[in-house]
């Protein structure tokens, strides 16, 4: 089989490796239909990442269950299902709390698109192994578009983390959103659709922000901190700069979740941040024990993530298309999943 490999800045390539095989009565071998780049996998591309390559990429897809082990009984062959993006057992006690990127039956950070906790492939390759399908793969919910879902093995599910209990717990909350691609979107129809008394969306790009406002949010190019404006803030550029304009901007007790990758040093006002008591984290996201209630809200008519993407293309255009810049390319290869 192919799998897609970034091999030099801008570049990746098909590569021939073998065909995965089960090896495990729990496992499940997937084929991904419709696979999307992550906001990460652009900084990688752009030679922004600590790993050297070449690896395989991807973490973001919409799969068809082919084979299963013995032991599997949530999915069986044909089943559509979202691939989350780490590794996880179901049954450890990490992933009984729910914390399902810290799995302790893997080595730590185990993940696809990515040789970090290992080498598990990406999600951009014909085939892929599941280890613990039943406690891995979610089944994508009838009448979901697999190419607008695409991306809920990462980005979509953890833009719902990033606002999603903040609205249940501060009802009409004020959100900040400081971002350069997918996530932040994701955020703005999110925070609308679950009640946000505003939504100010912050980002140099005019094509982003026009969709911003599709979804009702306000925007800005660039902003000045705004003392004590917003309750939560949201970050997702992988900037340190932007970071601290984001908690610097938050009310006292504000919130604010760093969603962005910063692979380059900096420093924050911890002083400021102190005496306005703020909540900071920057964290991977734990993606698969939300993905229900992600997938359920997509599900409920109430947002659009499909607006995000902005390009459906071939599966096998992904070599030449991949490095381009596309805000959210969705590369699929079985038209009767649509």
């Known amino acids: 089989m192919r799998e897609l490999t970034y091999v030099a800045r801008n570049s990746v390539e098909w590569r021939e490796v073998p065909d995965p095989v089960l090896g495990s009565g729990r496992a499940a071998i997937v084929a991904p239909v419709a696979a999307t780049s992550c906001d990460v996998d652009s900084s990688i591309l ?5 790993l050297d390559p070449p690896f395989a990429l991807g973490h973001e897809c919409v799969a068809r269950v082919v084979e299963t082990g013995d032991a599997v009984t949530a999915v069986a062959p ?3 299902v979202v691939v989350p993006w780490s590794i996880s057992c179901g049954t450890c006690g990490q992933c009984r709390t729910g914390l399902t990127a810290h799995c302790t039956s893997v080595p730590h950070m185990a993940m696809y698109g990515a040789p970090i906790g290992g080498s598990w492939g990406g ?8 280890p613990y399908a039943d406690a891995m793969l979610v089944p994508l919910p009838p009448g979901l578009d697999p190419v607008a879902m695409a991306s809920a093995s990462d980005n979509w599910s953890l833009a719902w983390r990033l606002v999603a209990p903040h609205l249940t717990n501060r009802p009409g909350a004020r959100v900040l959103v400081i971002a350069r691609g997918s996530i932040g979107l994701y955020v703005c129809d999110i925070a609308r659709a ?15 922000r026009a969709l911003a406002e599709t979804y009702g949010a306000r925007t800005a190019e660039a902003i000045d901190p705004i003392r004590h404006g ?8 992988g900037r ?4 601290e304009l984001a908690v610097k901007s938050l009310a006292p007790e504000g919130f604010c979740e760093s969603a962005g990758n910063h692979f380059r040093p ?3 006002p911890l002083l400021d941040m102190y005496l306005t008591g703020v909540t900071l984290r920057i964290a991977r996201d734990n993606v698969r024990a939300h993905i229900p209630e ?5 599900a409920s008519g109430t947002v659009d993530p499909a607006r995000v993407v902005s390009h459906i293309l071939d599966w096998e255009d992904l070599p030449a298309a991949l490095p381009e810049r596309h805000l959210k390319p969705v590369f699929i290869r079985d038209l009767a999943t649509r």
């Open 266 to 268: 900096g420093e924050l």
């Open 240 to 243: 340190v700069g932007q970071l």
């Open 294 to 298: 992600a997938l359920d809200l997509a």
């Open 46 to 50: 752009a030679g922004h990442g600590f």
């Open 230 to 237: 917003f309750d939560l803030a949201v970050e997702a550029t």
């Open 194 to 208: 679950l009640g946000a008394g505003d939504v100010l969306y912050v980002d140099p790009d005019p094509a982003h």
């Open 78 to 80: 044909g089943d559509l």
């Open 123 to 130: 999600l951009f390759s014909d085939l892929v192994r599941v």
